[in-house]
């Protein structure tokens, strides 16, 4: 269990690195559903069997797969990657960063993942009330609307 | 320190460099596709973050509500900003070249 959280923390760092900074768009597309799925692996290590499903399913299956499809139909040209000056030492940073914020948040952690139910996740949708799932899908809708609409437009 | 404790310690570690990565990407390219990918880099490590601070408050059932939210507001504005670059693209208002070579091409 802890080898395969090791590596799968190692493969998100590795998976970010590479859609970052890949030569090719559409294989930096497909080093961030890669990050997708390793980020829904964790998720579902940590107990949040749910939003790794949707993770899995909306973000990666739709979002991510339409990223790639819409990149793939691009006249892409080689285009190359040069290293930025400061790069190293801002990772450097963010690496001495991310472990002191880890120390001093982390010692409360629990080590057990919480056990999560889809009815437990419901009852406090409900109980926070209905606005936030309206919303969320009005906004949905809205960008599913615009984004054909922006798709079929006046072709030049 | 037990060796539970520094796996965990290690994901949000993770999170945090994940997140860098993409603010570090989000800020080095011109290109709209490929910052519109750092960002989403960004939002996995933030997404994780806010996942795994939920974990370790005892709160799993906000964070799930929140995860989900972020889920799909990240979902609607992926398809959005690529539906308009691309239409952008087709256009011709945007070019598919990096800046650097951009200017490399103008000289």
């Keep these: 269990m802890e080898v395969g959280l090791f590596a799968a923390t190692l493969l998100l760092v590795l998976f970010s690195s590479l859609a970052v900074s890949h030569k090719s768009m559409i294989y930096s597309a497909l080093f961030l559903a890669l990050l997708g799925l390793t980020n829904a692996s964790l998720f579902f290590a940590l107990g949040f069997a749910i939003v790794a499903f949707v993770q899995v399913v909306v973000y990666v299956g739709a979002s991510v797969l339409f990223l790639i499809v819409s990149i793939s139909m691009l006249r892409e040209p080689a285009s190359r990657f040069v290293a930025p000056r400061y790069g190293l030492l801002g990772l450097a940073g963010v690496v001495v960063f991310g472990s002191l914020l880890a120390y001093f948040f982390g010692t409360s952690a629990n080590v057990y993942p919480h056990l999560i139910s889809y009815g437990s996740i419901a009852l406090q949708l409900v109980e926070l009330g209905h606005y936030g799932v309206v919303l969320l899908f009005l906004l949905l809708l809205v960008a599913l609307v615009s984004s054909i609409t922006v798709a079929t437009g006046d072709k030049k | ?107």
């Design chain 2, 1 to 107: 320190m037990s060796a539970n404790f520094s796996v965990y310690v290690v994901i949000m570690a993770a999170s945090v460099i994940v997140v860098g990565i993409g603010v570090l990407g989000l800020l080095l390219h011109r290109n709209p596709i490929r910052m519109l990918i750092s960002l989403e880099v960004s939002f996995n490590g933030v997404l994780l973050l806010v996942l795994y601070l939920g974990w370790i408050l005892k709160e799993p059932v906000l964070s799930s509500n929140v995860g989900l939210f972020a889920v799909g507001v990240s979902s609607g504005e992926l398809a959005l900003m690529v539906s308009i670059i691309m239409a952008l693209f087709r256009k011709g208002y945007l070019e598919v070249l990096d800046q650097e070579e951009m200017e490399v091409e103008e000289k």
